[in-house]
């Protein structure tokens, strides 16, 4: 697709991608009740990326799917400043589920070499 050719880009199941890496808080969430999931991107270095473009009016897209496919959510996480993303669930249920996102870290433009 124009315009997307360097975006960083995964197939949704794995925890990595273009040398990002998706990295969470906590391990488990509490079932049957709202609940926040907090978790970082990481880049190549191992640091938490704290600089995000806005994609679709968002820094970022949180998807958490169920493996059955009968629940679904989409949220709009909030970043703090150290990098940590705070994802609000609504009452997770019981089950394997999988997540993905959608953002676009920002890097620094590169160092011209004179």
């Not at 124009?2 to 960083?8: E, L, Y």
């Not at 897209?61 to 669930?89: E, K, M, N």
């Amino acid at each position: 697709m124009p315009g997307m050719a360097d975006m960083p880009t995964g197939d949704g199941l794995t925890a990595e991608a273009s040398g990002f890496r998706f990295a969470p808080v906590e391990s488990s969430l509490p079932t049957g009740q709202p609940a926040s999931l907090q978790f970082r991107i990481r880049g190549a270095d191992g640091k938490p990326v704290t600089a995000f473009a806005p994609n679709q009016t968002k820094l970022m897209h949180f998807y958490l799917i169920r493996s059955d496919l009968t629940g679904f959510q989409h949220v709009h996480p909030s970043l703090s400043p150290d990098g940590t993303w705070t994802a609000p669930l609504a009452q997770p249920s019981r089950g394997p589920t999988g997540h993905t996102s959608r953002s676009s870290p920002q890097t620094p433009p590169a160092k011209r070499c004179r």
